[in-house]
């Protein structure tokens, strides 16, 4: 009675459609919390993938279907989801969790599970080291960044060379990519005016940690955040006259950054691991995407880089599944689950994103888009090819 309850209320119930030897994987994401901003597409773009496979027969002859847990972007609540797909969905794998805090907790149960994760979100270096279940379908956020500087020096225009680095002291990925910006921008030859200048996520007056910047207003400002608090931060910088050109990693990539940044976020300059132009692939699941997302009430502009890894997660999942010969016997449970994990390292086909491979830590290598902001809209500034997968 407990494990009814428990399923009608997260919406695990068994739909009048599905069938009990369905190929189950777990969706764990971030529909609500401090990262809905940025996760509320997951949902949408794995729904879109699960629709196709299924419309083209399923794998092996098996639907897919997908057991969803919202964590509330709460690290506590990834482990909570690891958990229920594993031992009471008896998912074969499961998309996520989503952000990197979360992936810290939630790989740590997978591996003692024993139950394949696939973030779409999670980008610290380093997560899926040593891991043998978890795999990522992300970008280093260090490796990116990097690329995007080396895109600055080519095609930047900038005559000086001096930065600042501002995040929110209170989120995990922000502290991470704080810690290491100015030596990679020291490395290419930026000067830092002062030292990283960090501030609570819900602070609403920035004014003291802008004012450190008159008298040295830097070339660029490198936001290490969501784009919430970019937005808090370019609104303070231009109140105060900084003419700074904002740069940022991956995670405040969204496609709607410029709308919501308005005229303080033109010129703006950031870096994603995917393009809606880039084939015609590319651009037939961002109308997708944003005809769905319509059809659901959320107004979105595209789809943002981890949405489109969502999608290419639940294609992965059934290469791999398709490829081992899944049956989603329930006797086979441990043994299929191990299946696709060992075929998930032989994975080599081409997403929305590029081409899909493992290196040998289990973490994908992506491209670089470096994305500019033009009358609030984005525009392609420059591209870097993937690593090889090794």
């Given amino acids: ?134 795999f990522r379908i992300t970008e280093d956020e260090g490796k990116q960044f990097g690329r995007l500087l080396k895109t600055l020096a080519v095609k930047g225009g900038f005559t000086t060379k001096t930065a600042a680095v501002m995040y929110p002291s209170d989120e995990f990925v922000g502290k991470s990519l704080a810690a290491w910006m100015p030596n990679l921008l020291e490395k290419e030859g930026w000067k830092m005016v002062i030292p990283p200048e960090g501030f609570p996520t819900n602070a609403t007056d920035l004014s003291p940690q802008i004012t450190k910047l008159k008298g040295n207003s830097p070339s660029v400002l490198a936001f290490a955040g969501l784009p919430e608090g970019a937005i808090k931060v370019m609104k303070e910088l231009r109140r105060q006259g900084n003419a700074s050109t904002l740069i940022g990693s991956q995670i405040f990539a969204d496609p709607d950054i410029g709308k919501t940044l308005g005229a303080d976020g033109e010129g703006a300059i950031y870096v994603a691991w995917y393009w809606w132009d880039t084939n015609e692939r590319t651009r037939a699941f961002e109308k997708k995407f944003i005809e769905e997302a319509r ?96």
């Fill in 1 to 134: 009675m407990k494990k009814i309850c428990w399923m009608l209320a997260l919406g695990l119930a068994l739909s009048p459609l599905a069938r009990a030897d369905d190929l189950v994987l777990g969706l764990s994401h971030a529909k609500t919390g401090r990262y809905a901003g940025v996760g509320v597409g997951t949902e949408i773009a794995v729904d879109i993938a699960v629709a196709e496979i299924n419309a083209a027969g399923g794998v092996n002859g098996k639907k897919i279907r997908i057991e969803k847990f919202d964590t509330g972007s709460e690290a506590k609540n990834a482990q909570v989801a690891t958990q229920k797909f594993a031992e009471d969905a008896k998912a074969l794998g499961a998309i996520g969790p989503f952000s990197s805090q979360e992936a810290q907790v939630a790989f740590a149960a997978g591996e003692r599970l024993e139950i394949v994760q696939i973030p779409n979100a999670a980008s610290a270096p380093g997560l899926t080291q040593g891991k043998k279940w978890a």
């Fill in 295 to 390: 059809k659901r009430g959320v107004g979105k502009s595209g789809a943002h880089h981890v949405d489109a890894s969502a999608y290419d997660i639940v294609y992965t999942f059934a290469d791999a599944m398709k490829r081992a010969g899944v049956t989603g016997d329930p006797a086979k449970l441990n043994a299929e689950r191990n299946a696709i994990r060992e075929t998930l390292m032989s994975t080599n086909f081409q997403g929305v994103i590029g081409k899909i491979c493992f290196s040998s830590d289990h973490d994908s290598e992506l491209p670089a888009y470096i994305i500019k902001i033009k009358n609030e809209q984005r525009t392609l500034m420059d591209s870097h090819e993937p690593d090889k997968c090794k």
